[in-house]
Structure formats: C-alpha cells, structure tokens
C-alpha cells in the first residue's frame, strides 16, 4: 500500500496479498478498533508528512503522490488527521 499510494487500493486485494479473505481481514481490522478506509487515510497523511517537511514538492504535487482525488481532498482529509492544514504544518515543520 504504502509503496504506490496513487493506485486505487481496495480492501480485497490486501486481503488477497496477506493471504487473508476479504471478511477476516476486516474482522480483524475492527478487532484492532479501524477500518481499512481509515487505515489508508493514516498512511496517506502520514506520507504527506513527510513530503511536507521537505521543501521543493507543492501541495497539489504531494496530494497527488499521496493518492488523493484533488488538493481540497488532500487538504480537507490532513486538517483532519492532523489538526492543521498542510501549508501551516509545512510552516511548521521547516521552522525547526
């Protein structure tokens, strides 16, 4: 998942790729208390992170690379995630 975040990544196929069917692996995502829709947001801003406290990449770049639909998605889905927007975390990030 984390290796091509742009693909369209669906439950199935990680499923599939662990050698798990499509219902335990999502009994065994709620047992852990996530889901694999939240699993792969995690992932998705967690990568935005770290494009974001390097400088040269643009937003609308890293929201691309990071697999989502449009910079206002990427936006929207890290203010969420991460409590604030991507131009204030980069801000952030490079002023340590």
Do not use: K, N, W
């Amino acid at each position: 998942m984390a290796h091509d975040l742009a693909a369209a990544h669906r439950v199935a196929d990680a499923a599939a790729a662990l050698g798990l069917s499509l219902r335990t692996l999502q009994r065994q995502l709620a047992a852990a208390g996530t889901s694999y829709r939240s699993l792969l947001g995690e992932v998705r801003v967690r990568r935005a992170a770290m494009y974001l406290a390097r400088p040269g990449t643009t937003l609308a770049e890293i929201g691309f690379l990071c697999g989502f639909a449009d910079q206002a998605h990427f936006t929207r889905e890290f203010t969420r995630r991460a409590g604030l927007p991507p131009a204030r975390y980069r801000g952030a990030a490079t002023a340590r």
